[in-house]
């Protein structure tokens, strides 16, 4: 039996967004989701759209409670673009939007729970989108003011601030594959959206560093799925698809914002292929000119690559380079299909600490998401979920172990408090804490709910790994 140990400023908390939490109430506009869910219900699991979720906009102080009684300190959440401008055009404000925002921001200081705060969570107003999203420059131009707006409205409620969360689902979903909206594949258009969601970030870390000039407290960053990637096998073929992977994926984010620059591998086989994306020498400058200062990390589940199993002449997709590979026997939460592997978060720790100068970081997302969690109920009603615990325990070990080695990991964020909703899984995989019953929004603690907020408050586990 080991003890695993946190300092005592260890940021505790959870993690949601605002499309997924609040629901629709008095927005302005709709964002793709809302768009998508009125033309194809279908598509959504039993046909449970965003309307509702969790109802955060009316829930939110009892959610604030829940929080102090689990003992948390932190929260990450976003600003929906869709709420809090009314005309997409011209930027004008809807204060409705801006005043909830205020109550609810206001009820976490007032409560001491830190907010840590994002301002894209996949949702693209649908107007944008028609308009060609991050491909259309003007987009860029309209997701800058909006950041501002948001700095200037919500500075004096938070510190640390995030541009966006997981821009490589948005790319890798919406242009190459069909679960995000455009729901269009192209290679090239994947590169372009990619390249200019790094200059959208750059444009709101530029306006970010005028409206908070020189304060010490104030930090931005971004929210990346880091999957660390590893080889199918020791061959130069698979090696060599995993580096590519880990390039796109992984390195191309990391490096273009904590560094300003692009990985070279990756400059040197889009431009073999006539693949990059346009760009000026403005956008170049401005990336270098504006790094930041913190990463979330979402970490949920490795990136394994083999070599591609056919020959192409040229890439019309990323299998060209490389093929996603399953190892047998691997540990898999089946309720989402994603591996289960702890051990990466110590790999994660040690790139972080080693590549990009021990940038200070958080993990802003790790759950475990399971369906039908009504199985686990106990005679007095409430979610015994053990094996969500022992995920936790497990990958907090993997990261204690990597703060003790001197990895700069300030906090642990569970995706999520209270079950929200899931883009097209909808209410089908569980993540909460805390179980929510959709029709009567009723929520309960579940077991692991209990057990963060022993963690929380003591800072320390007992960790013994199961056979
Ligand atoms: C991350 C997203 C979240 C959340 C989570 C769980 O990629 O940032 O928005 O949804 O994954 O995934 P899912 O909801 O698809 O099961």
Redesign the pocket.
């Known amino acids: 039996m080991k003890k695993v140990k946190f300092n005592k400023k260890f940021y505790w908390g959870t993690a949601t967004?605002g499309p997924?939490s609040e629901g629709f109430y008095n927005k302005p506009n709709d964002s793709n989701w809302d768009h998508w869910f009125k033309e194809e219900p279908e598509r959504f699991f039993n046909q449970v759209g965003p309307e509702l979720t969790s109802n955060v906009y009316e829930k939110y102080p009892t959610d604030i409670a829940l929080m102090k009684k689990l003992n948390l300190n932190s929260i990450r959440t976003s600003i929906q673009w869709t709420r809090i401008i009314d005309d997409l055009e011209t930027s004008s404000i809807n204060q409705e939007g801006i005043n909830f925002y205020k109550r609810y921001f206001q009820e976490l200081k007032d409560n001491n729970i830190e907010l840590f705060i994002n301002l894209f969570?996949?949702d693209m107003p649908y107007e944008l989108q028609k308009i060609g999203g991050f491909e259309n420059k003007k987009v860029i131009d309209l997701y800058a003011k909006f950041a501002k707006i948001c700095f200037e409205q919500f500075g004096e409620y938070a510190d640390k601030w995030f541009t966006f969360?997981?821009p490589v689902?948005t790319v890798h979903a919406g242009y190459l594959a069909d679960y995000h909206l455009p729901q269009v594949n192209d290679l090239k258009r994947a590169i372009t959206v990619g390249f200019n969601t790094i200059v959208a970030h750059t444009r709101a870390v530029a306006e970010f560093k005028k409206v908070f000039k020189k304060d010490k407290n104030k930090q931005i960053g971004i929210i990346l799925?880091l999957t660390p990637t590893y080889p199918a096998s020791d061959s130069k073929e698979d090696i060599e698809a995993s580096k590519f992977c880990d390039a796109i994926f992984n390195k191309f984010w990391l490096d273009s914002t904590i560094k300003g620059t692009f990985p070279k591998l990756l400059v040197d086989e889009l431009t073999k292929y006539n693949l990059l994306p346009e760009y000026t020498k403005e956008d170049l400058a401005l990336i270098k000119e504006n790094k930041i200062t913190i990463v979330g990390v979402?970490y949920?589940a490795p990136s394994r690559a083999k070599a591609p199993s056919k020959k192409m002449d040229k890439p019309t997709d990323l299998s060209f380079w490389f093929e996603s590979y399953q190892m047998p026997n691997a540990r898999m939460n089946i309720y989402?299909g994603w591996e289960i592997f702890p051990d990466a978060i110590y790999d994660i720790a040690l790139n972080l600490k080693d590549n990009y100068g021990n940038i200070e970081w958080f993990i802003s997302?790790n759950?475990m998401?399971v369906e039908n969690e009504a199985r686990f109920r106990n005679e007095q009603g409430f979610i015994e979920d053990d094996y969500r615990i022992d995920f936790i325990k497990e990958h907090l070990y993997y990261l204690a172990k990597a703060i003790d080695e001197g990895a700069n990991c300030k906090g642990y964020h569970l995706?999520t408090l209270v079950d929200n909703w899931?883009?097209l899984?909808a209410y089908k995989?569980r993540?909460g804490y805390i179980e929510l019953d959709l029709p009567t929004q009723e929520r309960k603690i579940k077991k692991s709910g209990e057990f963060i907020a022993k963690v929380a408050k003591s800072g320390e586990f007992d960790f013994e790994f199961k056979k």
Do not use: I, L
């Open positions: 967004s997924q969570h996949f969360n997981e689902v799925n979402n949920y989402r997302e759950g998401g995706w899931s883009w899984n995989n993540y």
